[in-house]
T-cell receptor
Framework: KAGVTQTPRYLIKTRGQQVTLSCSPISGHRSVSWYQQTPGQGLQFLFEYFSETQRNKGNFPGRFSGRQFSNSRSEMNVSTLELGDSALYLC????????????FGPGTRLTVL | KQEVTQIPAALSVPEGENLVLNCSFTDSAIYNLQWFRQDPGKGLTSLLLIQSSQREQTSGRLNASLDKSSGRSTLYIAASQPGDSATYLCALVDYKLSFGAGTTVTVRA
């Protein structure tokens, strides 16, 4: 079974631009969560989607948004990029509920210049 | 807010030594606890998930225990190898994962 995939793996953007990251969960998994990892803040929860609905959201500004499609693939979007948005963005999928075992993708490394 | 602490932040051991990694948390009303491994610049690899009703879980050289009353989980790695060098993270599992800062392990050949 293929694991969680994320595209692109690396991105370089400039301040003020917007970016869209994509995540394909493990086949059959319906819950997709997004996390931001930085050296200073560690791993922080962004949001979780289940059956195309955002069920939970972390403490991030409205510039961070996401969605999930009927095939469970998910995208997250960051608008008006700031230097502090430079991070590793990780996607995790889970079979049913979010409190099941989580499986992570390789991440997207975003650098904002 | 759930607080998850991992001490020490870094650990260096000679090959063959058993590793003991600690994870403590403030909220005993947890659901499950999951241990991960992260190699530099990579994603997280799930090692073990301990259900809240379990006291331990084993997979190969790995054994994880969970004591909700004391707010502790311990990951044991037997007979460490250089390939075990990585950062190990524990996370409380409910609607989201609440992570500790991790313990970076170096196994010296």
């Amino acid at each position: 079974k293929a694991g969680v995939t994320q595209t692109p793996r690396y991105l370089i953007k400039t301040r003020g631009q917007q970016v869209t990251l994509s995540c394909s969960p493990i086949s059959g998994h319906r819950s997709v969560s997004w996390y931001q990892q930085t050296p200073g803040q560690g791993l922080q929860f962004l949001f979780e989607y289940f059956s195309e609905t955002q069920r939970n959201k972390g403490n991030f500004p409205g510039r961070f948004s996401g969605r999930q499609f009927s095939n469970s693939r998910s995208e997250m979007n960051v608008s008006t990029l700031e230097l502090g948005d430079s991070a590793l963005y990780l996607c995790a999928s889970s079979p049913l509920e979010a409190n099941n075992e989580q499986f992570f993708g390789p991440g997207t490394r975003l650098t904002v210049l | 807010k759930q607080e998850v602490t991992q001490i020490p932040a870094a650990l260096s051991v000679p090959e063959g030594e058993n590793l003991v990694l600690n994870c403590s948390f403030t909220d005993s009303a947890i659901y499950n606890l999951q241990w991960f491994r992260q190699d530099p610049g990579k994603g997280l690899t799930s090692l073990l998930l301990i259900q809240s009703s379990q006291r331990e879980q084993t997979s190969g050289r790995l054994n994880a225990s969970l004591d909700k009353s004391s707010g502790r989980s311990t990951l044991y790695i037997a007979a460490s190898q250089p390939g075990d060098s990585a950062t190990y993270l524990c996370a409380l599992v409910d609607y989201k994962l609440s992570f500790g800062a991790g313990t970076t392990v170096t196994v010296r050949a």
